[in-house]
């Protein structure tokens, strides 16, 4: 599977792909994680939360950020 950042069409997210119908999806400027799945004729995308229910952030996003 094509990663979008490479192709720079989405340079704000950064898709880590799972398997064929799973991949975690990472905004890139605030550093929230979302679960992207498709399946056929079926799909959904929702923000990945920790356990006291606030978004969970991508634990590069912080380095990322000072780099």
């Known amino acids: 599977m094509r990663n979008l950042i490479e192709e720079e069409q989405f340079p ?15 905004d890139r400027e605030t550093g929230v994680c979302y679960l992207q799945f498709a399946g056929w004729k079926q799909g959904g995308l929702t923000v990945m939360l920790n356990a006291d229910g606030t978004p969970k952030i991508w634990e590069g996003y912080q380095k990322e950020k000072s780099d």
């Open 12 to 26: 704000m997210l950064f898709v880590h792909v799972i398997d064929d119908e799973h991949a975690i999806i990472v």
